[in-house]
């Protein structure tokens, strides 16, 4: 039987620090979960592949108490791993999923080097992450600003925190054909010429800082009442298990029949939201990395999002437009950033985003009518 922690895991009571190898590498994540931390997962896992790493997949959806999303080709589970001679494990999950390393054997990650990869939005880290910090020998993130809030978290951690960036050219989610597009498009009874905006989001990553009421702010304000050749298509799959953003949400669309709102309940696949939409138009106050931006731009959508904190590698990509915003301080009525004093983010200054929504409202048209010529 495997021998689990009932408690964290204090690495300094059993070894000294042990360094990344990089030869076999297990990553646990929620492979199986439609969350932005399982795509970071996977992201994670192919990025130390093209490293040269042999990658062992390890799913922890269900051990965290979450239900599976979709079938997941991950079939590794923790208790299988007391059978994988790994010289590492990566688990990508933040502090906030608890512990996530009682789930496994304790000899087995001792001898091993244990590396936690998180993600984080704002500059300002909670302190309660520090007590999971002792459990590991080096801890990653995905951006240099995820790094430097780390540091400034943790100055006694001597261990090595390090930016390991993700391999964005991998394309988790294939590019819709155009025959693929004009389908969606006519089940969703979209006429073909109409300019499409579209947001997808989740609530449980908190409503404010996804800011989709902005959405609606920046679409009406750019696109009078009697403008119906645009459409905004709001995304939200967790919307109905909240419910005061649930009732503020449709409070503010007020029955636009502009604006198409799908939630669980009348949902839309994320591949058929891509194929329906010109532009993807990003309200969000700031973003840990921001996958949703890459998966768009890699299908060759226009994306129109805040330039605070935007990582590098994302804001050379094409099609990104990052516009101008104001530094506010937040605030948080989910009460998930509660334990961070001072914290602040971004409000996309809506000029800005008017501005760029009606440059590529005109290009759009433009090519529409250059295919009407043809």
């Not at 994670?44 to 592949?49: D, G, I, N, S």
């Not at 984080?120 to 993130?141: H, L, M, N, Q, R």
């Not at 969703?188 to 800011?211: E, H, T, W």
Request: neutral net charge.
């Amino acid at each position: 039987m495997p021998v689990l922690f009932s408690t964290s895991l204090d690495l300094q009571k059993y070894r000294p620090r042990i360094k990344y190898r990089g030869q076999h590498v297990v990553v646990a994540g929620l492979f199986a979960s439609a969350s932005g931390i399982g795509k970071a997962a996977e992201l994670v896992a192919r990025t130390l592949e093209r490293q040269g790493a042999f990658v062992t997949r390890v799913d922890i959806t269900a051990e965290m108490g979450l239900a599976p999303s979709f079938e997941s080709e991950v079939k590794a589970q923790p208790a299988d791993c007391t059978a994988i001679d790994a010289t590492d494990v990566v688990v990508v999950l933040n502090p906030t999923f608890l512990r996530a390393l009682k789930f496994f054997d304790q000899g087995w990650l001792l001898g091993r080097c244990i590396i936690a990869h998180w993600i984080w939005e704002i500059e300002t880290i909670p302190d309660f992450w520090k007590g999971d910090a002792v459990s590991y020998d080096e801890i990653w993130a995905p951006t240099e600003f995820v790094e430097q809030s780390i540091r400034e978290l943790l100055p006694n951690f001597d261990g090595a925190i390090r930016t390991v960036p993700y391999a964005i050219d991998f394309q988790l989610i294939d590019t819709p054909k155009p025959r693929e597009r004009a389908d969606v498009r006519n089940r969703l009874m979209i006429d073909p010429s109409s300019f499409v905006i579209g947001y997808s989001f989740a609530c449980g990553s908190n409503y404010q800082r996804k800011n989709p009421e902005a959405a609606i702010d920046q679409f009406r304000t750019t696109f009078p009442d009697n403008d119906r050749t645009t459409i905004l298509i709001l995304r939200c799959r967790d919307l109905n298990h909240h419910k005061a953003e649930s009732v503020e949400l449709r409070k503010k669309i007020a029955g636009d029949k502009r604006i198409l709102l799908f939630d669980d309940k009348t949902s839309i696949s994320i591949r058929d939201f891509y194929a329906a939409i010109d532009v993807y138009l990003s309200p969000s106050r700031v973003e840990g990395f921001g996958l949703n931006l890459v998966e768009a731009s890699q299908m060759g959508i226009p994306v129109i999002t805040s330039g605070w904190r935007l990582p590098s590698q994302i804001a050379s990509l094409p099609y990104i437009h990052s516009v101008d915003y104001d530094l506010i301080p937040i605030v948080d009525p989910q009460g998930q950033y509660s334990g961070v004093k001072g914290g602040r983010w971004s409000e996309p200054r809506l000029a800005t985003v008017v501005s760029k929504l009606r440059l590529l409202r005109g290009e759009h048209r433009d090519a529409h009518r250059r295919v009407e010529a043809e």
